[in-house]
């Protein structure tokens, strides 16, 4: 026999009865409660003390409503979660990385920052010819949403395609490259071709210790210098209000956006889009709040706080989830008024803005480099620890912020609590900076 809670699909153990393990005050937030019939809480041994709304959050367990609004966490032995394919969506700026290690006179001809990300303009013309003829050179497929939706389904595995992916390619062989490499992951990229600007770039300009005999070891701080080109090009009407398209949208229950490069899936993941197509953004997050759905945003850059201020805050009323760093947190709180530069302080003040959906409460979520991540609910503020790396260990900080999201969505995606989606992205951050570019082995050994 089967039980379908939320969007999760549990493969019911020998009726030897379930346990319970702990009663918590977790909240799951990523699939709604569901009404269990007679038989489904007959099985899970649940009695009369019980409301009987449950929802999937790990592989053996689910989580009963009990009186006074407790979770019962139950366990049953032999119990698998599978996911469904097109939970989580992203739309963004699909990007071809151009990835090398450059020295600081390249960084200040061309007026870089480390640890920086920035769109190119007239004074970055030269900038991506100069770093292929003058650099060794490796090409990944990039943008910051297309990063976080590949090592989401990295983390993952099983079943294929369960993230979804929107943006704007050109008809040309780097488009081509991009549409194999998502293929190759296992994502379900349905993009908008067109034929006026080409595929865009993003100069991942490294530096740092490179004193090893592998030109991509010992490295750490990047700048990224993107060309949207093709990317700035997406069409609402053109590719989101096509029915086949939209489908894809209503069937998803998680949404990400990364500012000027996007994230997708169970979520749709904003951020970089914002700089591209605002309308689509706001049609996604009108039905995202109207049927009770996560939306995710990542403030992806400075610039977007400061040169988008208006159309970032027309979207954040309805942001479910908020990802940054810590430059992105103090550059938003500055533009705000927030008069603080404690980054937990920070933290509450973003959660306690305004929010469409009042059915679910905001999170906010910073990261720090090496330093605790931040996160913000509407009761606490928590410091969680980043997993420890030797400096030598460290190849390649592009991608990290991406990968964090990424490992963060995949366990979001199996309903499991807060705790444990910043674990995942922790442990996917860890992963992709040992790598030159987001990049990370065949399979992973999270547990």
């Known amino acids: 026999m089967h039980v379908w809670l939320g969007e999760t699909r549990l493969i019911q153990a020998p009726p030897d009865g379930a346990r319970t393990v702990a009663h918590t005050n977790l909240q799951c937030f990523c699939h709604p409660m569901q009404e269990l019939d007679d038989k489904q809480r007959g099985h899970l041994g649940l009695d009369d003390g019980h409301e009987g709304d449950a929802v999937a959050v790990g592989a053996d367990q689910v989580v009963v409503r009990g009186g006074q609004h407790r979770r ?29 290690i450059v020295d600081k006179d390249f960084l200040d001809k061309y007026g870089l920052k480390t640890n920086d990300q920035i769109l190119a303009d007239e004074k970055h013309k030269e900038l991506f010819d100069e770093l292929v003829k003058k650099f060794k050179v490796e090409y990944h497929a990039g943008g910051s949403a297309q990063n976080s939706v590949k090592v989401a389904q990295w983390m993952i595995q099983q079943p294929h395609k369960v993230a979804t ?16 490499k998502a293929e190759e992951a296992h994502v ?55 029915k086949e ?62 040169f988008f201020k208006e159309d970032l805050m027309k979207i954040f009323p309805y942001v479910d989830i908020l990802f940054g760093n810590e430059t992105e947190a103090a550059t938003f709180a500055r ?13 509450k003040k973003v959660q306690s803005l305004p929010k469409e959906n009042k ?28 997993l420890d790396i030797k400096q030598d260990d460290i190849v390649d900080t592009n991608g990290a912020g991406d990968a964090f999201v990424g490992g963060f969505l995949s366990q979001l995606l199996y309903g499991h609590p807060l705790e444990e989606c910043i674990r995942g992205g922790h442990y996917a951050a860890n992963v992709i900076i040992r790598r030159s570019g987001c990049t990370f082995p065949e399979t992973p050994d999270f547990h």
Request: aromatic share 10%; charged share 20%.
């Open 188 to 242: 379900d990229a349905h993009y908008y071709e067109q034929s006026e600007q080409p595929t865009g770039t993003c100069a991942a300009c490294i530096t740092g210790d490179n004193r090893s005999a592998n030109p991509f070891k010992k490295i750490g701080l990047r700048s990224l210098v993107a060309n949207l080109a093709a990317a700035n090009c997406y069409k609402k009407e053109r590719h989101l209000d096509h």
């Open 165 to 180: 992916f929107f943006g704007c390619i050109g008809r040309d062989k780097f488009g081509d490259l991009l549409k194999k």
């Open 72 to 100: 019962h966490v139950l366990g049953l032995p032999g119990l698998q979660l599978r996911l469904q394919q097109n939970l989580l969506f992203g739309m963004g700026n699909p990007l071809l990385d151009i990835c090398a």
């Open 359 to 386: 059915k679910r409460q905001r999170i906010i979520v910073f990261t720090q480099g090496k330093d605790d991540t931040i996160v913000a609910t509407a009761d606490h503020v928590t410091a969680y620890p980043v």
């Open 245 to 306: 398209n939209w489908q894809l949208v209503e069937k998803a229950k998680v949404y990400y956006i990364a500012n000027l490069w996007n994230r997708t899936l169970h979520w749709i993941i904003v951020g970089f889009f914002i700089t591209v197509s605002t309308e689509s953004i706001l049609k996604v997050a009108t039905h995202v709040s109207e049927n009770n759905k996560i939306l995710g945003l990542n403030l992806s850059a400075p610039f977007i706080s400061q």
């Open 335 to 347: 533009e705000q008024g927030f008069e603080t530069e404690d980054i937990k302080e920070i933290a």
